[in-house]
């Protein structure tokens, strides 16, 4: 944040000899005030213009400091304040009494004044974007609301003409839309019809990926206000005699006449996929939805309106076995795909006891001193009899069978090892490794952690473990100690394919983070296209401000390189400096290709 002489400061502390030494250190910068009790500090901060930032000794002859930041916080004129405390106290006990009052920040006495001028000058930057990110929010729920409104009074319209009995069985209570069993009636009677009479239509089934992660962490009143918010934009969506339905909590189904041609079906759900990919703007979260669809077309060969639902559904699990998001359109070799899934489930059960699973290794780079900083692990399968099996395949599947986390746990112990052995020979490297959202909540991650560390010595702070966006959503309280105790260990946290999730700067500013990782899909383009490179430059700006270092993945040319660097970007990784390897090639590369990769790399 550049100097604002208009900023300002309230100093609360009932010795003077404390005011004038944090005066000295601010006075140039800032509009500093000072109060040496709690009642005048009270009466200056609700006075206009109210202070950007108040520092708050804790010990005071009237009250404590954390009992008058408790009743600053409580009032709706002074809450948005943020208090930073000035003690001698440094226990860790008195550290979090602190923050349960809503301190935002500790400065020990006594006060180092480099020290105190980077706090401020951080805690005001933070306290600029959040004003900045409120409004945003605010005006998007307003629209929400207002939308919100419009759809609750169409709803009543059609209520207050249906039967309540009728309204139960053929409506789903949270977003009024027709139920299943409403569909199946109406696909039942499609069957019914004399071939004469047929009428060709295309079934859409869709269900919101990962959607329970949300439900479980978020809670179900914004996981209902996710669905409202999905129905409505399908429902925008629909043409001509298109019904939509809510046939489950996160499943809906539209049943179209429109497009007959599989052409004409993908441009549809191509067009569907692409409106609910656009972000969701809940209570303060930015929520990415991503839908799988299942397809299928009707005609004369069903006669039930269960078998229609049936391979609608199996097209759905292919999708979902396969990726986040996409779709299908039945075939009946997809009957065969299933029984192939058992048998991908079967194999995997079997494949870390037979040893298929191995790692490689991409290189990441420090562009600003243009060495290798260290690797990413990244697991590969190799199955027998069917050689290297995709990430995408079968990661998915781990997830879903709880099988992640005796793998999680070997991948862990496998890269610290390799790790320590490149350390002994090439000196100070890091090694990130991946932590799946169920690896990070399970309740033995820290014990897995520790078992892994304790027969190698890796150099302080050159673990880094990765976590995605999703894996944040679970309850703050419980993912800030579980950071608190990773970080504890001397290790890195880092937040993976940061901007694709669930992107919060409430999260940011609260959990000690590291690193943040720019997804590739932000790199791609990036010096062509304008969203891309504001994304990336937004990410690169945010991070500075909160003290965490940025890494872009999928880097492959020079010049999205040069432009991420001149961003501010710390680090990056991708095919431009090296694939991902196995161990055996990626300490020939550390041998001495390495150089020479860094070298062409001018700038």
């Excluded at 429902?235 to 005699?241: I, K, P």
């Excluded at 943040?516 to 010096?527: P, V």
Aim: one cysteine or more; charged letters at 20%; aromatic letters at 6%.
């Amino acid at each position: 944040m550049a100097k604002s002489p208009t900023a300002k400061i309230l100093i609360v502390d009932d010795q003077p000899e404390n005011i004038r030494v944090l005066m000295s250190a601010l006075q140039d910068d800032y509009a500093v005030i000072a109060a040496t009790n709690a009642t005048k500090a009270a009466e200056l901060a609700m006075k206009s213009p109210q202070p950007d930032l108040i520092l708050l000794d804790v010990m005071m002859p009237d009250i404590s400091g954390y009992q008058l930041c408790k009743q600053l916080k409580s009032s709706t004129l002074t809450q948005h304040i943020p208090v930073i405390f000035v003690t001698a106290l440094s226990e860790a006990h008195d550290e979090a009494k602190g923050f349960q009052h809503g301190g935002a920040d500790y400065i020990v006495k006594p006060a180092n004044p480099a020290v105190v001028r980077a706090r401020v000058k951080s805690h005001l930057t933070i306290r600029q974007l959040t004003q900045q990110l409120q409004s945003i929010n605010d005006l998007l729920e307003q629209k929400v609301e207002q939308r919100t409104v419009e759809l609750n009074q169409a709803l009543d319209e059609v209520r207050s003409r249906t039967q309540d009995l009728h309204r139960a069985l053929y409506t789903h209570a949270l977003t009024g839309l027709p139920s299943r069993a409403s569909l199946m009636e109406t696909l039942q009677s499609l069957c019914d019809k004399p071939a004469t009479e047929q009428v060709p239509f295309v079934l859409l089934l869709m269900n919101l990926a990962r959607f329970s992660l949300i439900n479980n962490s978020l809670g179900h009143a914004i996981g209902d206000k996710i669905l409202v918010e999905v129905g409505k934009r399908l429902q925008g969506l629909l043409v001509n005699r298109d019904v939509l339905y809510q046939v489950g909590g996160d499943e809906f189904c539209v049943l179209s006449f429109a497009p007959q041609t599989e052409d004409e079906i993908v441009d549809y759900v191509n067009t569907i996929s692409r409106r609910l990919a656009q972000v969701v703007h809940v209570d303060g979260y930015e929520i990415f939805v991503h839908a799988c669809v299942g397809v299928v077309q009707g005609g004369k060969h069903y006669t039930t309106a269960t078998e229609v639902l049936r391979d609608a559904d199996t097209a759905l699990q292919k999708v979902k076995a396969e990726t986040i998001g996409g779709h299908h359109i039945f075939r009946s070799d997809f009957h065969e795909a299933a029984l192939r899934r058992l048998d991908l489930e079967s194999a995997l059960n079997q494949a870390l006891k037979k040893e298929e699973f191995v790692l490689f290794y991409q290189p990441i780079i420090n562009l600003d001193t243009r060495q290798v900083d260290g690797f990413e692990a990244l697991i590969r399968w190799q199955r027998s009899g069917h050689g290297l099996v995709p990430p995408y395949l079968f990661i998915p599947c781990l997830e879903e069978t709880g099988l992640i986390i005796p793998v999680g746990r070997w991948v862990m112990q496998t890269a610290i090892k390799q790790l320590a052995i490149w350390q002994e020979h090439f000196g100070r490297l890091t090694m990130s490794v991946n932590l799946a959202a169920p690896q990070f909540i399970h309740p033995n991650l820290l014990q897995d952690i520790d078992a892994s560390l304790a027969s190698v010595s890796l150099l302080d702070g050159t673990l880094k473990l990765e976590v995605t966006e999703s894996g944040l959503l679970e309850t703050q309280e419980r993912t800030l100690v579980k950071f608190n105790q990773i970080r504890d260990r001397g290790i890195s946290i880092s937040i993976d394919d940061f901007g694709t999730g669930y992107s919060s700067l409430r999260y940011l500013k609260q959990l000690p983070v590291d690193i943040l990782k720019i997804d590739r899909c932000f790199i791609k383009d990036i010096t062509e296209s304008g969203d891309n490179s504001e994304i990336a430059r937004a990410i690169v700006s945010m991070g500075a401000a909160l003290n965490m270092s940025i890494i872009a993945e999928g880097c492959e040319t020079e010049s999205q390189v040069n432009f991420l660097h001149q961003l501010g970007c710390q680090f990056c990784q991708g095919y431009f400096f090296g694939k991902p390897m196995p161990a055996e090639e990626a300490t020939r590369w550390l041998q001495s290709a390495h150089t020479e990769v860094i070298q062409k790399y001018q700038f």
